[in-house]
């Protein structure tokens, strides 16, 4: 692999232990996969921020990182941690996890890293453009940045994300190259895709048999993206805008999920859909006419209907989706617990707008830093959930121990309302 003098340098420690480190993880991982030089990258995306997945092993390797001199050089934002840093107590967290918590974010400030602590830092002003190279961790996020937005970047991981940022740069390797970014399956959706849940369905079935390869979407009836409009969510998107939205995050977070798929393509809307042969000649074919199976997978079984849990906001939620929360509860009090997961800026946005106390006026909670995955959710004695989000509803059976029933948002909203799920 090609390095440049001062590439060269970092590796040989000139810059200090922190950095060095850094380009033995990129340099490591750019020798694996064959990459022929390294790209600066304009932003990075962290992952591996919950305590209760880092552990005190992970914490010390953080916190030896931070002393070792490790120091971002690029823009650089957090995924969600273990619990909402401010409301951790009301909503039933343990103080000693808290605590834990807290050092991990330290840490993390130490390197200079913002304590965003969001999956969906596009909403919250890390918008890359079209054809940057970036190195985000975060596979929902990963997927939005490359498919939606025209980004490049691979599937990376906490460590290897971190080391990108403290080094600014990253192999160029898989996504970061043009060629790689073609489509290997063409999936023909014969069936209609309306709601978020819909998506979810889509993108868990599709995720399933594509795994790591490239899908091209033909026959979903979206407006093109316009990526401006991300800039201007906190004033509010026109409604066409934030449908297509809040429709890709939630299709490309399912098929992150039940898949390993860091990039699609949708005709007509996705940036790089119109590209001269980004469907390679010998693509598998796959036609998608129903997406019941989508639901039933999703749901476990159970013959329970009684819920004590709803979760909205699998990526977080942007505030057209908090909107609609609010439209469809109608200031009716909910009966089981409705959390509504979001970045704290738009979470304080929302407050400014009298979102949150409408929401909460309602028994509903928006919670901010956290979601449903990385919280330490077991301890909280929750345990059927209904959600309209594929990935929540992949993700939370194994890692947070609950019953899931997936469903439209309208379902979810009645299930938080009257406590029960009724059939679909
Ligand atoms: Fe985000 Fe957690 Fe879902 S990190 S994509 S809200 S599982």
New binding site residues.
């Given amino acids: 692999m090609r390095l440049t003098i001062e590439e060269q340098g970092m590796l040989a420690g000139d810059l200090g232990p922190g950095v060095q480190k850094a380009m033995e993880i990129i340099t490591a991982l750019g020798k694996i996969y064959g990459a022929e030089d390294l790209v600066p990258v304009a932003s990075v995306q962290v992952?591996g921020v919950s305590y209760k997945n880092l552990g005190d092993a992970g914490l010390a390797f953080l916190d030896e990182w931070a002393a070792q001199g490790g120091k971002v050089r690029v823009p650089t934002t957090l995924?969600?941690a273990g619990v909402d840093l401010e409301q951790w107590q009301s909503l039933g967290f343990d103080a000693e996890f808290a605590r834990k918590q807290n050092e991990v974010i330290a840490a993390f400030m130490r390197m200079g890293i913002a304590p965003t602590c969001?999956?969906?830092p596009y909403l919250v002003g890390t918008v890359p453009h079209f054809g940057e190279h970036i190195a985000w961790a975060?596979?929902?996020?990963i997927s939005f940045a490359n498919s939606v937005l025209g980004a490049r970047t691979n599937r990376e991981g906490g460590p290897s994300a971190l080391a990108a940022a403290i080094a600014g740069r990253t192999a160029r390797y898989g996504l970061h190259l043009e060629k790689k970014r073609r489509a290997q399956l063409l999936v023909e959706v014969t069936c209609p895709v309306r709601s978020a849940a819909d998506f979810g369905a889509l993108g868990y079935l599709v995720g399933r048999v594509a795994r790591n390869r490239i899908p091209f979407f033909r026959g979903l009836d979206l407006p093109p993206f316009d990526a401006q409009s991300l800039e201007a969510d906190r004033e509010g998107m026109v409604v066409d805008q934030a449908r297509t939205l809040d429709s890709l995050k939630l299709l490309g977070?399912a098929m992150a999920a039940s898949g390993a798929v860091a990039l699609y393509h949708v005709e007509g809307v996705t940036p790089e859909s119109h590209l001269p042969a980004i469907v390679m000649s010998g693509a598998e074919n796959l036609t998608i006419d129903d997406l019941t199976p989508g639901y039933q997978s999703l749901t476990t079984d159970d013959a329970d209907d009684r819920i004590d849990l709803v979760w909205i906001?699998?990526?977080?939620a942007s505030l057209s989706e908090l909107g609609r929360v609010i439209d469809l509860l109608r200031e009716r009090r909910v009966q089981a617990a409705l959390w509504v997961?979001i970045s704290r800026v738009l979470r304080q946005e929302a407050v400014r707008r009298g979102l949150v106390a409408e929401l909460e006026a309602c028994g509903a909670r928006v919670v901010a830093d956290t979601?449903?995955?990385?919280a330490p959710v077991r301890e909280l004695g929750f345990q059927r959930m209904a959600t309209p989000?594929g990935?929540?509803a992949y993700?939370c059976p194994a890692h947070s121990g609950l019953q899931v029933k997936y469903g439209s948002l309208e379902a979810c909203v009645e299930a938080a309302v009257s406590g029960c799920w009724l059939q679909q």
């Fill in positions: 992952a995924n969600p969001t999956c969906t975060e596979s929902s996020a977070a906001g699998c990526p977080h997961t979601c449903l995955v990385v989000s990935k929540g993700y």
